[in-house]
């Protein structure tokens, strides 16, 4: 059976070790259906589970590749974040003064599902600072002692973004507090929030692109500790954060259709309801293959760590 | 140190241990034995998911060869693992004979 066409998916590490030997055997084999079904479940696997890369590598070369795999992982990290968190701020603000929030506080297991929405939520962005603050700082010191000007940009952009953004929000807030509705103010504050997220999001990712990660351990609060380890596991737990978010997500909806004639009751906006489960729909879509992604490049990391 | 930490790899890892057991072979010459000597037939994805795991772990090494058809061999890590496999295995089936009234 001629397979050069199939072993083309495999990823680009796995071409240059095995792709030859590979040809070969199948060169042997005679044509199945089965046989090139099991080849796509080893592509899959391949991808998402082995990177033959460090067969080939040993020593020094292979900590430098590990720490290089581990930067792009940190990376892939924020951005499936924040994919993850824009959609579910969204859903959030979607809720805020909706017709769906009396039912929802009156009823105790609606609640719940919102509170582990919540919880999830917290846990992701208390994980993902942790670990973020770690590797930013490693990198921080890196780029002062290399004088990588470029970098050290990158860190003051969202302070500085922070702020203009803190300053725009007490504006909204207090000074036309009068002139612009609450739920409207509500909103502009979501907003403004995603906006702050996807410039720091785009910042650390730049930074964590262009700068290094050393494997040595720096000093925090006089303690020594291994950066790049810690901030592996607080991945994880970003993950885990995730799946719990995007569950109590889809719990939550379960309950809102079984809930939906209390709430139509509390509202007179019927084309609302279209809205919402739209959004709704789209944001769980997105939460739960992001986080099960997020699911999978946390196996990966951990299994960089492990090395 | 065992194969339980492969998953669904894990079965396969042991037939190509065994397979590589008497002498070093190549991918479909592991396919072939492992057929005649336990029937089943591992699919070319399967067969190279485990490779690239008892690889990685040190248990195969590939040998230096100008053929393309590469053949591996057991590393003594290897040999170790899998006599530590076969006993278990080996004493498993000794308990399920003896509670089935079988005499070993």
Not at chain 1, 96 to 124: E, K, R
Not at chain 1, 134 to 153: A, G, T
Not at chain 1, 161 to 188: C, D, K, S
Not at chain 1, 234 to 239: D, K, N, Q, S
Request: a positive charge.
């Amino acid at each position: 059976m001629n397979g050069k066409w199939i072993v083309r998916f495999y990823p680009k590490s796995w071409h240059k070790r095995y792709e030859d030997e590979f040809l070969a055997m199948l060169e042997q084999m005679p044509f199945s259906i089965s046989n090139i079904l099991n080849i796509f479940t080893g592509i899959i696997d391949a991808y998402i589970f082995s990177d033959v890369t460090l067969n080939q590598l040993s020593g020094i070369e292979r900590v430098k590749y590990m720490l290089g795999k581990l930067r792009s992982y940190y990376g892939k990290g924020i951005i499936l974040f924040l994919l993850f968190v824009t959609p579910a701020f969204l859903f959030n603000a979607m809720l805020d003064d909706s017709p769906i929030l009396p039912v929802m506080c009156s009823t105790d297991v609606f609640n719940l599902a919102y509170n582990g929405f919540m919880i999830g939520v917290a846990i992701a962005l208390i994980a993902i600072s942790i670990g973020g603050f770690l590797v930013l700082f490693s990198i921080f010191k890196w780029s002062i002692l290399q004088k990588r000007r470029d970098i050290l940009v990158l860190f003051i952009v969202p302070v500085i973004a922070f702020l203009v953004i803190v300053a725009f929000v007490l504006y909204i807030n207090i000074t036309l507090e009068n002139t612009i509705p609450g739920w409207t103010r509500g909103n502009i504050n979501q907003c403004l929030m995603v906006f702050l997220l996807l410039i720091t999001g785009a910042c650390v990712y730049q930074i964590i692109q262009k700068g290094q990660l050393k494997n040595q351990k720096i000093s925090l609060f006089g303690r020594k500790i291994e950066p790049y380890k810690i901030s592996m596991h607080a991945a994880t737990v970003v993950a885990i954060g995730m799946e719990i978010s995007t569950l109590s997500l889809i719990v939550w909806g379960i309950l809102a259709n079984k809930f939906v004639s209390s709430i139509m009751r509390s509202s007179n906006l019927g084309i609302f309801h279209a809205n919402t489960l739209l959004l709704y729909l789209v944001a769980t879509l997105i939460m739960l293959v992001t986080s099960c992604i997020s699911g999978f490049v946390a196996k990966r990391g951990a299994k960089y760590i492990a090395e | 140190m065992s194969l339980n930490n492969m998953g669904r790899f894990s079965d396969p890892s042991l037939l190509i241990l065994v397979s590589l057991a008497d002498k070093p072979k190549h991918g479909y010459a592991m396919i072939e034995d492992i057929q005649k000597i336990s029937g089943i037939k591992l699919g070319p994805g399967t067969l190279y998911g485990a490779i690239a795991r008892l690889e990685e772990r040190g248990y195969i090494e590939p040998l230096l060869t100008e053929d393309r058809r590469k053949p591996y061999r057991l590393t003594a890590l290897g040999e170790n693992i899998l006599k530590q496999e076969l006993k278990s295995l080996q004493s498993f089936t000794i308990q399920g004979l003896r509670r089935l009234g079988v005499s070993v």
